[in-house]
């Protein structure tokens, strides 16, 4: 009876390592399947393809085991070489770490993003006027910040609402800028205004409803000057390295991804803030990464918290809103710092420990 046992023990040990063979040949397969779907500009998963598959595997079963569980057994084999295809996919990406393995530092002139000392993007959500602009400039200059932001074109949910100065606030932006001694960065939401950034911008900003707008990204791809791109509000973080490279695709490589929160079904905040984004955009990727720590919360109260920990995580930089009156802003009062929070906010970040990361 041992003897028998022992026998079928080692029977099984041949099957298990036959299996790992098959396996493996069948992943290489796939790999080589992908690399011939890929020349061809085919889509690399074919779900019609896989449930033929299936349907043959289950009427060839003869066996012990349940049509369903035989059915179940070879999803997740199909699964795991679905996601070997992927992984494959991730290392061609320009934007992927296996591709350039050194960081990309971002230069706006002898400002740089990415190099380890992390930078600040502060200024009103809307350009209302030069001199609410002007406010705000003089106070983060003061503090040490180098980059305004300031929305010109703004996309709004609801289309009374405020929807920007359009070229008039990307002159006034430029204008507080060269007086303050700022770069200057806003949004562009039409693939035909990113000429219009080149010309008033330092850093042109692709928001999250935009995130895959493909006309637009590839237009700032052939843009001379550096794009914030933002996460979508429900973007995987595969769609958001996608987004990356069809700017970097078509010849601009500087390009700092911002998290800004995403869409989930908690309500106690705007979006929610998907910190651990960071160090896996950090490790996916050679790009600089900041945080909108305005947009994710949607809470003055939890800007400082949020941001800390965007810093501690690793993050390159820090975006927030700031407005000389949030009551009367135009556009998202409810979460603008005022100038006296915006000062706290700024010197508790720059405390030392903060600012240095592995």
Known sequence: MNNQLDSLRDELDQVNIQLLELINKRGQL???LGDIK???GMKAYDPERERDMLNHIVEQHQGPFE???IEHLFKEIFKAAKELQEDDYHKTL???RDKQPTDTIVAVDDLHIGNGEQQFVMGPCSVESFEQVDQVAEVVKKQGVRILRGGAFKPRTSPYDFQGLGEEGLKILRDVGDRHGLKVVSEI????DIALGEKYLDIIQIGARNMQNFDLLKEAGKANVPI???RGLAATINEFLNAAEYIVSQ???NIILCERGIRTYETATRNTLDITAVPVLKRETHLPVMVDVTHSTGRRDLLLPAAKAALAIGADGI????HPDPAVALSDSQQQMDIPTFEHFIQNLRQPSLLTHD
């Open 189 to 192: 939401t039409h693939p035909n």
């Open 319 to 322: 975006m927030a809103e700031v």
């Open 251 to 253: 010849g601009n490589p």
């Open 94 to 96: 320009l934007v992927s």
């Open 30 to 32: 796939v790999k080589e």
């Open 38 to 40: 890929k020349a061809q």
């Open 228 to 230: 914030i791109l933002k």
């Open 67 to 69: 049509y369903s569980t």
